[in-house]
């Protein structure tokens, strides 16, 4: 008996000190009245910090600012300068000696750029693309595209970083272009189009699939289809952009103006697209559309970007350059000039 008295003794014990742990917990170390001093810290990483003043020379061609308008690039004196608004560096995209310059244009989502070259082999004139990474400030070569005579040019270039799907349009001397398609694994294959004479392009985010206006009969297609886009009431439809959800945007034109804009999927009956109607009819070259899918409407004289559907006004010095994610990029007395979006 003395020896169970003894085990039960311990066990109340040991009962006792837990019960008076919990209650010290429960009461002093967690109780609600305990006072708490906050003290406020600021992360001054986040402060954004003021551009510095860029000079843009006054032959420099094909001025552009990156996605997220951190970078300036333009070619001067047949070299590719790119800038950086932050710092002031200015670096030189270095080619070898011959090759010129067709086309470059940033990526949409990094501060990547792809070039199109022109340069000379054995049996004649090239077109060849690379890439130039401006964090690792290298540059190198993806894929021979095609022969090219003194007037062959790329015209434009369209990429999608979701499906690693380049479309490169090349342009000949006769009118006539052609659209060129390369994936990651740097295969390449010419598309077979609806039409020779071609106009805008646009890829989609999403799906490998390329949209593409056709000069001959005013018409809009995707690849892999053989019908055009055609939306009721529309003799004249011009392609304006295409957004990060794949919504595809067309504008009707009308004594060369744009006076409407119709936007919705491919893969819907364009009868249930979204339309809007501008309050003024624009030229096609002053409609823009962003990756969010806004429609912004630019006016030169005035020196003001609009927004369709809100009617907000972003205000901009000088001469209009480009939209870029948050804000407009301008030139204004040999210098660049941003202005954030409202």
């Known amino acids: 008996m003395s020896a169970l008295k003894r085990i039960i003794g311990w066990m109340m014990i040991s009962l006792i000190i837990q019960f008076a742990g919990l209650y ?19 992360d001054k990483s986040n402060n954004k910090k003021k551009d510095v003043e ?10 552009n600012v990156s996605f997220d308008g ?6 001067d004196e047949d070299i590719l300068k790119v800038v950086s608004n932050k710092t002031g560096e200015k670096k030189d995209v270095c080619f070898e000696e011959g090759v010129k310059i067709s086309y470059y244009k940033w990526l949409s989502d990094r501060n990547r750029m792809l070039i199109a070259e022109k340069h000379s082999t054995q049996n004649g004139m090239a077109l060849r693309l690379s890439y130039y990474d401006i964090g690792k400030d290298t540059k190198e070569e993806i894929k021979d595209l095609t022969w090219a005579d003194t007037e062959s040019e790329v015209e434009s270039i369209e990429a999608s970083t979701l499906t690693n799907v380049i479309h490169i349009k090349v342009s000949r001397g006769n009118g006539k272009s052609s659209i060129y398609w390369i994936n990651i694994m740097k295969d390449m ?64 034109e009308e004594n060369e103006k744009i006076t409407k804009v119709y936007y919705g999927s491919i893969e819907k009956p364009t009868s249930e697209w979204k339309v809007i109607e501008l309050n003024e009819p624009i030229d096609k070259n002053d409609i823009y559309i962003s990756k969010k899918g806004q429609i912004f409407l630019n006016d030169n ?35 660049l000039q941003k202005a954030e979006l409202k």
């Open 301 to 335: 004289l005035k020196g003001i970007i609009k927004e369709a559907s809100t009617g907000k006004q972003t205000a901009y010095k000088g001469t209009f350059l480009q939209i870029y994610d948050d804000g407009v990029a301008s030139i204004s007395e040999g210098k």
């Open 24 to 42: 010290y917990i429960d009461n002093v170390y967690l109780a609600n009245n305990t006072p708490v001093r906050v003290k406020k810290i600021e």
């Open 189 to 252: 294959k010419k598309l077979y189009t609806n039409d020779n004479f071609i106009g805008e392009i646009r890829t989609l985010n999403h799906q490998d699939k390329l949209l593409y206006e056709g000069k001959t009969y005013n018409s809009i297609y995707s690849t892999n289809k053989n019908n055009s886009i055609k939306i009721d009431g529309v003799k004249v439809p011009k392609l304006l952009g295409v957004d990060e959800e794949d919504n595809v945007y067309i504008g009707s």
């Open 54 to 63: 860029v000079a843009i020379p006054e032959n420099a061609q094909n001025i």
């Open 70 to 75: 951190k970078y300036l690039a333009y070619y």
